[in-house]
Protein backbone atom coordinates (compact mmCIF):
# COMPACT_ATOMS: atom_id res chain seq x y z
CA UNK A 1 0.00 0.00 0.00
CA UNK A 2 2.84 2.52 1.10
CA UNK A 3 4.69 2.16 -2.72
CA UNK A 4 1.72 1.95 -4.79
CA UNK A 5 -1.04 3.77 -2.92
CA UNK A 6 -0.59 7.21 -4.04
CA UNK A 7 0.37 6.44 -7.84
CA UNK A 8 -2.79 4.03 -7.96
CA UNK A 9 -5.17 7.02 -6.97
CA UNK A 10 -3.63 9.15 -9.39
CA UNK A 11 -4.14 6.55 -12.14
CA UNK A 12 -7.56 5.85 -10.74
CA UNK A 13 -8.47 9.95 -10.67
CA UNK A 14 -6.98 10.30 -14.20
CA UNK A 15 -10.02 8.10 -15.06
CA UNK A 16 -12.85 8.82 -12.51
CA UNK A 17 -11.89 12.95 -12.37
CA UNK A 18 -13.08 12.25 -8.69
CA UNK A 19 -10.74 12.17 -6.01
CA UNK A 20 -13.39 10.39 -3.54
CA UNK A 21 -14.17 7.90 -6.18
CA UNK A 22 -10.26 7.23 -6.96
CA UNK A 23 -9.27 6.59 -3.45
CA UNK A 24 -12.48 3.61 -3.09
CA UNK A 25 -10.82 2.05 -6.27
CA UNK A 26 -8.00 1.93 -4.90
CA UNK A 27 -9.39 0.38 -1.39
CA UNK A 28 -11.11 -2.12 -3.54
CA UNK A 29 -8.22 -3.08 -5.14
CA UNK A 30 -6.30 -3.23 -2.42
CA UNK A 31 -9.06 -5.72 -0.76
CA UNK A 32 -8.63 -7.85 -3.78
CA UNK A 33 -4.87 -7.93 -3.37
CA UNK A 34 -5.63 -9.05 -0.08
CA UNK A 35 -8.10 -11.74 -1.37
CA UNK A 36 -4.82 -13.30 -3.61
CA UNK A 37 -2.36 -12.89 -1.55
CA UNK A 38 -2.20 -16.57 -1.10
CA UNK A 39 -1.36 -16.77 -5.07
CA UNK A 40 1.13 -13.89 -4.92
CA UNK A 41 3.97 -15.94 -5.75
CA UNK A 42 2.29 -17.06 -9.29
CA UNK A 43 1.72 -13.25 -10.13
CA UNK A 44 4.90 -12.95 -12.14
CA UNK A 45 4.65 -9.05 -12.84
CA UNK A 46 2.88 -7.39 -10.00
CA UNK A 47 2.82 -3.74 -11.17
CA UNK A 48 1.36 -4.67 -14.58
CA UNK A 49 -0.88 -6.53 -12.39
CA UNK A 50 -2.19 -4.39 -9.66
CA UNK A 51 -2.65 -1.18 -12.61
CA UNK A 52 -4.71 -3.59 -14.71
CA UNK A 53 -6.53 -4.33 -11.59
CA UNK A 54 -7.14 -0.55 -11.13
CA UNK A 55 -8.04 0.15 -14.84
CA UNK A 56 -10.99 -2.32 -14.94
CA UNK A 57 -12.36 -1.22 -11.32
CA UNK A 58 -12.30 2.52 -12.76
CA UNK A 59 -13.42 1.14 -16.34
CA UNK A 60 -16.71 -1.07 -14.60
CA UNK A 61 -16.86 2.73 -11.73
CA UNK A 62 -17.56 4.55 -15.07
CA UNK A 63 -19.99 1.78 -16.62
CA UNK A 64 -22.15 1.80 -13.34
CA UNK A 65 -25.78 2.90 -13.89
CA UNK A 66 -25.28 4.97 -10.24
CA UNK A 67 -22.62 7.07 -11.51
CA UNK A 68 -24.43 7.50 -14.76
CA UNK A 69 -27.71 9.09 -12.51
CA UNK A 70 -25.06 10.85 -9.94
CA UNK A 71 -23.19 13.07 -13.30
CA UNK A 72 -26.45 13.42 -14.88
CA UNK A 73 -28.54 14.40 -11.87
CA UNK A 74 -26.10 16.52 -9.87
CA UNK A 75 -25.77 20.20 -10.53
CA UNK A 76 -22.01 19.76 -11.62
CA UNK A 77 -23.25 21.00 -14.93
CA UNK A 78 -23.65 24.48 -14.06
CA UNK A 79 -19.96 24.89 -13.59
CA UNK A 80 -18.91 23.50 -17.31
CA UNK A 81 -21.03 26.19 -18.45
CA UNK A 82 -20.21 28.96 -16.98
CA UNK A 83 -19.29 32.11 -19.08
CA UNK A 84 -16.29 33.13 -16.27
CA UNK A 85 -14.26 30.96 -14.09
CA UNK A 86 -14.87 31.06 -10.25
CA UNK A 87 -12.17 32.88 -8.04
CA UNK A 88 -11.26 29.48 -7.34
CA UNK A 89 -10.91 28.07 -10.52
CA UNK A 90 -8.87 30.63 -11.63
CA UNK A 91 -6.12 29.06 -8.63
CA UNK A 92 -5.92 26.19 -10.45
CA UNK A 93 -5.65 27.06 -13.87
CA UNK A 94 -2.60 29.62 -12.92
CA UNK A 95 0.36 26.95 -13.36
CA UNK A 96 1.18 25.56 -15.98
CA UNK A 97 1.80 22.28 -15.01
CA UNK A 98 -1.87 22.21 -13.81
CA UNK A 99 -2.74 23.23 -16.74
CA UNK A 100 -1.36 20.24 -18.59
CA UNK A 101 -3.31 18.14 -16.01
CA UNK A 102 -6.52 19.71 -16.71
CA UNK A 103 -5.41 19.11 -20.32
CA UNK A 104 -4.59 15.33 -20.42
CA UNK A 105 -7.77 14.91 -18.20
CA UNK A 106 -9.89 16.52 -20.99
CA UNK A 107 -8.64 14.22 -23.49
CA UNK A 108 -10.86 10.93 -24.28
CA UNK A 109 -10.47 7.88 -22.44
CA UNK A 110 -8.43 6.33 -24.80
CA UNK A 111 -6.20 8.60 -25.58
CA UNK A 112 -5.70 9.76 -21.77
CA UNK A 113 -5.42 6.44 -20.49
CA UNK A 114 -2.17 5.81 -22.52
CA UNK A 115 -0.50 8.96 -22.05
CA UNK A 116 -1.25 8.86 -18.34
CA UNK A 117 0.75 5.09 -18.78
CA UNK A 118 3.54 6.38 -20.90
CA UNK A 119 4.54 9.52 -19.07
CA UNK A 120 3.20 9.77 -15.68
CA UNK A 121 3.48 5.90 -14.83
CA UNK A 122 6.83 5.60 -16.90
CA UNK A 123 5.39 1.94 -18.64
CA UNK A 124 6.87 1.39 -22.09
CA UNK A 125 4.54 0.58 -24.82
CA UNK A 126 4.92 -2.64 -24.61
CA UNK A 127 4.27 -2.71 -21.05
CA UNK A 128 1.29 -1.15 -21.84
CA UNK A 129 0.23 -2.81 -24.71
CA UNK A 130 0.04 -6.42 -22.04
CA UNK A 131 -1.86 -4.05 -19.18
CA UNK A 132 -4.67 -2.93 -22.08
CA UNK A 133 -4.70 -6.06 -24.11
CA UNK A 134 -3.78 -3.96 -27.03
CA UNK A 135 -1.57 -4.17 -30.20
CA UNK A 136 1.64 -2.12 -29.86
CA UNK A 137 0.97 -0.38 -33.17
CA UNK A 138 -2.22 0.79 -31.54
CA UNK A 139 -0.68 2.17 -28.57
CA UNK A 140 1.84 4.03 -30.45
CA UNK A 141 -0.78 5.19 -32.58
CA UNK A 142 -3.21 6.29 -29.54
CA UNK A 143 0.48 8.24 -28.05
CA UNK A 144 1.03 10.24 -31.21
CA UNK A 145 -2.99 11.39 -31.52
CA UNK A 146 -3.10 11.60 -28.07
CA UNK A 147 0.02 14.16 -28.10
CA UNK A 148 -1.64 15.62 -31.30
CA UNK A 149 -5.25 16.94 -29.80
CA UNK A 150 -3.24 17.99 -26.11
CA UNK A 151 -1.35 20.51 -28.51
CA UNK A 152 -4.30 21.40 -29.88
CA UNK A 153 -5.97 22.11 -26.55
CA UNK A 154 -3.15 23.40 -24.56
CA UNK A 155 -2.54 26.06 -27.79
CA UNK A 156 -6.24 26.71 -27.38
CA UNK A 157 -5.55 27.17 -23.52
CA UNK A 158 -3.14 29.45 -23.59
CA UNK A 159 -4.45 31.44 -26.60
CA UNK A 160 -7.39 31.76 -24.11
CA UNK A 161 -5.66 33.44 -21.19
CA UNK A 162 -4.37 30.23 -19.61
CA UNK A 163 -8.55 29.30 -18.97
CA UNK A 164 -9.33 25.85 -20.41
CA UNK A 165 -11.98 26.37 -23.27
CA UNK A 166 -14.03 23.64 -21.60
CA UNK A 167 -15.38 25.84 -18.74
CA UNK A 168 -15.85 28.83 -21.51
Known amino acids: ?15 LKDWNLAEDVVQDVFITCYHHFENMDTIVYFKSW ?13 KSLYMKR ?3 DSNLFRFFH ?10 IYQSDE ?3 SISVLSLPIKYREVITLYYYEELSIEEISELLLLNKNTIKT ?4 GREKLKVIMERSEGNGGKANKFT
Do not use: F, Q, W
Not at 50 to 62: A, E, F, G
Open 98 to 100: ELL
Open 50 to 62: IYKITINKCKDTL
Open 142 to 145: RLNR
Open 1 to 15: MDEYGERLTKLAYNY
Open 82 to 91: AKELTPEMSL
Open 70 to 72: VIH
